[in-house]
């Protein structure tokens, strides 16, 4: 299961309290104070790991809290300090405080890690209050509390490609047959449910991941279809890549279709519409001669402009034809300087 938003309670633990003792000890009529001081609650971290896919961890489990510390004892001991909670979360995970809809850190990066709440501090005992003047304080500090947030984690995939179309464009066999990703594939639209990652493998070691989405429909930005659930998701690629299926079984007009999608992609962020993007004719199998692709990608060139940054080509996800030329292509750009 697939789970890219949750929301979690986080509390740091508490300090533990200090302690009011003196010595007793045989022959030692004025011992003094000796009450040690309270351990310092543990403190709650989040960190992103290699090996965390989704937010699943957290479909069932809303409330983590730190182990408090616990309070001082006679002869001058203090409280062991509580552990600190880690919680771990995939690379590309968003950190929201929900009571005031701030973003405290992105965790874009496997290794980073943030405190989101910071253990109360230990209080002292009452040797700590002993004086010149005072030299049997009966008083000691209480442990402070741990801080507490309401947290929302949104996961958005961190992949150099990202794939969009129309249901039933081809995406999934694309991702199958440009890596080893395996997502279902059928005749009937949205076949895919969530997103998939898949990393494209080319000769010299070198190689780039893949994301693809649901597919898109109008109205995709305000809640249609299956799409706009996962359209974070490729914020962070580096390049989108178009798929159009050149002969849509619903008799659709291609360049229609690409235009409809466009729209919604700038309705949901600007920031899709000014990434650097690869059209993909597919299906070119199914067009013997040629023509339909070529009138196609012509009406496209007047459109997107055949430009370093918006590049057009045309495959077959079916057959192979055309994939070994997109990836060395799709690899060009995504190593590009931003």
Known sequence: MFIDQA??????????????????ERYIPKGGPDGGDGGHGG????????DVDTLLDFAGKHHWQAPNGQPGQGSNKSGPDGED???????????????????????????????ICRGGRGGKGNKAFATSTRQTPRIAQDGKPGQER??????????DIGLVGMPNAGKSTLISRCSAARPKIADYPF??????????ELSDYR????????????GAHAGAGLGHDFLRHIERTRILVHILDIMPPDGSDPVLNYTGIRAELGLHSRILTEKPELIVLNK?????????????????ADIAGDTPSRRIMKISAVTGDGIPELKEALWKMAKEPV
């Open 7 to 24: 929301y979690i309670w986080a509390k740091a633990g508490d300090g533990g309290h200090g302690c009011v003792s003196f010595r007793r």
């Open 43 to 50: 403190s709650v971290f989040i960190e992103a790991v290699a």
């Open 85 to 115: 909670l880690v919680i771990r979360v995939p690379p590309g995970t968003l950190i929201f405080d929900t009571d005031y809809d701030l973003l405290l850190k992105d965790l874009s990066n496997v290794g980073m890690k943030v405190c």
């Open 150 to 159: 309401n947290l929302r984690l949104e996961l958005k995939l961190i992949a």
């Open 191 to 200: 076949t895919t449910l969530e997103p998939v990652l898949g990393i494209a």
């Open 207 to 218: 190689r780039f991941v893949m994301a693809d989405i649901p597919g898109l429909i109008e």
């Open 284 to 300: 070119t199998d199914l067009d013997q001669d040629g023509t339909i692709a070529d009138e196609i990608e012509k009406r496209l």
